[in-house]
């Protein structure tokens, strides 16, 4: 569904990620994991079009995603879910969720559907946004990009700032979203729990492609084993 | 920023300004008096606008009461010795130190209660108008719109224009030298780094709230000083010649011109407009119409100003040498 | 005292609709419009050349909303697309400094012009009496429509997804675009939107009292201190500020003096900004 190509991308000139290929079929779940300041944010920005490309392709089902603006990315069926959510404070949670359905009327079926998902955010669905804790937002961001029936659905560092509980929580919603047929892409410095929901991952260092399998193959080579464990 | 050797090249362009100045006189004026007024305003302007780029081109405090910081300086004088009997020089002193004070009461607010660009504007935009509103409501020392006939300033000064010319010329270079001395100093140092980024140069050391008071009471001190001798050297003054659209406009107009925070910019600047000015004599409509499409053409071009641009060319041209470029223009 | 605070809330209606304009376009841009009172002023010209034809008055209001909203489409796909470029305080300066021009450029123009210009829709007919005051038919009229446009807006911005997604770009631009909304076509959007406020500012306030080709500064000035107290990007905040501050100006220039009535004002908005930077509704 979406292919990634040769992608490099940066800040003032300066490439952060470079010769990136990434690839997620449909209903798949693919991790990218790597540490802090591996370049994890930035894939994520360029292919959602925060950040325009510096050179390489983003195609999604065929489709040019390269250096299209944010908008338009988000209305062809990517919906991204950032580290720091970029919620509207000011507004109700619902209002955030009807929002996230832009420019179409929210559909009935699909706010039930985030509303199962996340049961707390039904029974909070008249509270500001800005008043919510940081797990509750976390959901709200992703059942705000779940209304847009998105084709991909794209989170960076899901668990930020979740308490390993609720990040345990979450995990479990996404492998139920997955279930139903979700092809997710999940940026994760958590290894264990990005590879529990994973079918395939790529190890991001330095800003390159380090590694790329299936997640056993991952889980069970040393050098992700030595380099990761233990960062919980 | 070396010392001894570049000292001569530091002061390099203040000497070609000066000369240029000494020597205009006998070129461009003729006997016209007006076009010795005009030197004069542009004089007056360019020493605004040094004040005006200490206080913002430095230190980014959008202050929007040039007008009044003057008015402050020359109804301040004015009124002191129109009302007692001390002499010029006393009031001189009174109304710069007011201005300063004023100015740095401002900028100490703007500090202490972390104003941005815009709030500082609006809030220095706001005492520009109130103090218009004061000056035409205490008509009993000020005289309102009719205006104020100073009446201790010294004949010599208010008949003879050339020799007013000369005053505002010797005062525009000394602001000039203790510009270009701030900015060789480790104070311009801290300017440049509070301006390319405040968080950073505070975790360096630098005390901004400090450095931003000190540079907005200095500026402030020369805007007054400005606007006090003009008021004594003009023998006349109302609200008009220190209202914001007459002043402030203009001096933010010319100084981001000329280039903010450079050295020349606001002498370059006024330069350009009172050449505009004596072009384009004929209707004031049409003249607000012409500042108007220069204002859109300068900034939609040439957003870092005149004198930037040509450092840069200058910069490039020269790129094979590793010669220190002579115009400086810190941090941009 | 009742007449005063009548009176006060009539100019405040003004007041609101003139700060929503600017308000609107300063929440979603960081752009604050000096050239706004230039606008409305350019509103009551036109307004003025097409009754001149002996057209009705309709008409001709609505030649005057539509022609200024043009202008701001104008300005917006020129002018901004530079400002927005920009980031930050860059952003500010810059359109400080270009709507400053865009200002002298009309103003200039319009007082070249029209140097006697002037637009006054005369309401006849007989004062009404509201609470015992006899109003001026222009002010009830000018009062009506500012209160029917207010729940126009508040009902737009409230209730629509279009509105949503202006308040969204307000609260978190980077959401909103992940959201899928376009930041730059609303903004052109909510210019044009400007633009025809400050058309019906025109017609409101010459139903009220002659509107003259040199009240541009001063109606920018207005502008900008209901934008301020009322909370920058605040539909509500705008209006809710503007009938304040009118029935502070009323009452001022009737107990006190015009002068300070002015400072007055002018002080509100500075204190705003000391005390409560975000304003009334402000965010």
């Known amino acids: 569904m979406l292919e990634v190509a040769g992608l490099a991308a940066g800040y003032l000139g300066e490439s952060v990620i470079d010769e990136i290929d990434i690839e997620v079929r449909t209903g798949e779940a693919v991790a990218i994991v790597g540490s802090n300041g591996a370049g994890k944010t930035t894939l994520f920005r360029t292919i959602a079009g925060l950040l325009p490309a510096m050179r390489g392709r983003v195609v999604l089902d065929g489709k040019e995603l390269t250096r299209r603006p944010a908008h338009r990315i988000a209305r062809l069926g990517i919906a991204y879910v950032p580290a720091e959510r970029h919620l509207f404070p000011a507004m109700t949670l619902k209002s955030n969720l009807v929002l996230g359905a832009y420019p179409k009327r929210p559909d009935r079926a699909t706010l039930e559907l985030v509303y199962d998902l996340f049961p707390r955010l039904k029974e909070r669905q008249r509270q500001q946004a800005g008043t919510l804790s940081g797990g509750e937002q976390q959901m709200l961001a992703v059942g705000r990009a779940l209304m847009a029936r998105p084709r991909l659905l794209m989170l960076d560092e899901p668990t930020t700032g979740l308490a390993p509980k609720i990040a345990q929580i979450a995990f479990e919603a996404l492998e139920g979203l997955k279930q139903e047929g979700m092809t997710l892409l999940i940026a994760e410095q958590q290894v264990p729990l990005a590879l529990s929901v994973a079918d395939r991952g790529y190890v991001l260092e330095n800003g390159r492609i380090r590694l790329s399998g299936t997640s056993e193959e991952l889980d069970q080579n040393p050098e992700v084993r030595r380099a990761y464990l233990g960062v919980v | 920023m070396a010392r001894t050797r570049s000292i001569g090249w530091a002061v390099l362009p203040i000497v070609v300004v000066a000369a240029i100045l000494a020597i205009l006189p006998s070129i461009w004026f003729g006997d016209s008096p007006y076009t010795t007024s005009l030197a004069v305003q542009a004089l007056v302007f360019a020493a605004y606008g040094v004040g005006f780029n200490l206080i913002f081109g430095s230190t980014n405090q959008l202050f929007l009461c040039v007008g009044a910081l003057a008015g402050i300086g020359g109804y301040g004088a004015v009124i002191l010795t129109d009302e007692t009997s001390l002499p010029m020089g006393a009031g001189i002193v009174v109304g710069t130190a007011f201005a300063a004070l004023v100015g740095g009461l401002l900028s100490w607010i703007s500090v202490r209660r972390s104003l941005g660009i815009i709030f500082t504007g609006i809030v220095t935009l706001v005492f520009s108008l109130a103090f218009a509103n004061l000056l035409l409501g205490q008509r009993e020392y000020t005289g309102s719109e009719t205006g104020l006939v100073v009446t201790a300033a010294a004949d010599r000064l208010a008949d003879d224009h050339v020799g007013g010319y000369y005053l505002f010329a010797a005062l525009l270079v000394v602001f000039l030298l203790v510009f270009r001395a701030l900015q060789l100093s480790h104070v311009g140092w801290a300017f440049r780094a509070l301006r390319d980024d405040e968080v950073a140069a505070e975790l360096a050391g630098v005390d901004v709230a400090r450095y931003r008071i000190y540079a907005a009471t200095l500026g402030s001190a020369m805007i007054g000083l400005t606007g006090a001798l003009l008021a004594y050297s003009a023998g006349f003054i109302s609200p008009a010649t220190y209202s914001f659209d007459r002043v402030d406009v203009r001096v933010l107009v010319l100084v981001a011109f000329g280039g903010l925070g450079t050295l020349l910019g606001p002498v370059i600047g006024a330069g350009v407009f009172a050449i505009l000015d004596e072009q384009l004599t004929t209707s004031l409509e049409l003249r607000e119409v012409l500042y108007g499409v220069f204002v859109l053409v300068i900034f939609l071009g040439f957003r870092r100003g005149v004198v930037a641009t040509v450092v840069s060319l200058y910069d490039r041209l020269m790129a094979g040498r590793r010669r220190k470029p002579i115009l400086e223009s810190p941090g941009d | ?283």
């Open chain 3, 1 to 283: 005292m009742t007449a005063v605070v009548l009176d006060g809330i009539v100019l405040g209606l003004a007041f609101g609709l003139l700060g929503v304009g600017m308000t609107l376009v300063y929440g979603l841009g960081g752009v604050l419009n000096l050239a706004y009172g230039q606008m409305v002023v350019l509103a009551a010209i036109v307004v003025m050349l097409v009754m001149e034809d002996d057209v009705a008055t309709f008409l001709a209001a609505l030649a005057g909303v539509l022609a200024v909203a043009g202008v701001a489409v104008l300005l917006d796909l020129t002018l901004m697309r530079a400002v927005y470029r920009e980031h930050g305080e860059e952003r500010t300066l810059l359109g400080l400094l270009l709507t400053l021009g865009v200002a002298f450029v009309i103003a200039g123009l319009l007082t070249w012009r029209y140097p006697s210009g002037a637009l006054y829709i005369f309401i006849g007919g007989d004062p009404v009496s509201i609470l015992g005051v006899p109003m001026a038919r222009g002010s009830i009229w000018a009062s009506v429509i500012a209160l029917l446009v207010a729940a126009v807006l508040l009902l737009f911005f409230g209730l629509t997804t279009f509105g949503r997604g202006v308040r969204s770009i307000i609260q978190d631009e980077t959401g909103a675009r992940l959201v899928g909304i376009n930041p730059s076509f609303v903004r052109t959007v909510i210019f044009a939107l400007s633009g025809a406020l400050a058309g019906i500012v025109a017609i409101t306030q010459s139903m009220s009292g002659p509107l003259t080709v040199n009240a541009g500064f001063e109606l920018t000035t207005f502008a900008l201190i209901v934008t301020v107290v009322g909370g920058l990007g605040s539909v509500a905040g705008a209006f809710l500020a503007g009938v304040l501050l009118g029935v502070v100006n009323t009452l001022s220039a009737h107990y006190i003096g015009q002068y300070i009535t002015t400072i007055i004002l002018l002080g509100a908005a500075a204190l705003t900004i000391l005390i409560r930077p975000r304003g009334l509704l402000g965010r």
